[in-house]
């Protein structure tokens, strides 16, 4: 099947297979390799990229659901030299070790910096509340990171949240 999309600013028309997921499409198809292969299960947010703007894990996501759609990977977070401010305060606060859910964490946390409303943790559910660190763990939950690196990423979003 022939989708066409913006990925990073850039249109592209490609030819895939219906099963292909997007995280493949972007890997193998597009050269983009941001965007980890974890679990390919969606559950350790390695995978995040953004779907018009939204947060989503690319190895659930199939190719041909997003025909249409805009979607922005680690790579297209920079505008150009400067860094996105997420990428700054991370290099700044030394929120990562490995590195490996660096992208699928700064692709999570630029889609949450732009979600209101309550969370599972927030106590006045007609609010939309400050991110507190209880806030932005509780909205990252869904992203791993196998070397302990929360202290510094909860700090990092913090310091662009303010």
């Known amino acids: ?6 990925v990073n600013g ?6 895939v297979d219906p099963r292909m997921s997007l ?9 983009l390799i941001g965007a980890k292969k ?7 947010g390695a995978c995040t990229v953004l779907i018009d703007g939204r947060r989503a894990v690319s190895c659930l996501a199939l190719a041909v659901a997003v025909d249409g ?5 680690v790579e297209g977070l920079a505008d ?16 990562f070790q490995c590195g490996y859910c660096t992208p699928g964490q700064l692709c999570s946390a630029a889609g949450m910096l732009g979600e209101p409303g309550p969370s599972a943790v927030t106590g006045d559910l007609l609010a939309d509340p400050e991110l ?3 806030e932005i ?8 990171c196998r070397c302990g690196a929360y202290v510094n990423i909860v700090s990092a979003i913090a310091e662009v949240a303010r």
């Open 1 to 6: 099947m022939e989708i066409t999309l913006q």
């Open 10 to 15: 850039v249109p592209r028309t490609v030819d």
């Open 23 to 31: 995280l493949d499409l972007l890997r193998e198809r597009l050269g």
């Open 38 to 44: 974890g679990c390919d299960h969606g559950q350790c």
């Open 69 to 73: 759609s805009q979607v922005t990977t």
């Open 80 to 95: 150009g030299e400067n860094l996105h401010p997420l990428q700054a305060a991370f290099i700044e606060r030394d929120a």
């Open 132 to 134: 507190t660190p209880e």
């Open 137 to 144: 763990r509780e909205r990252m939950s869904g992203n791993l």
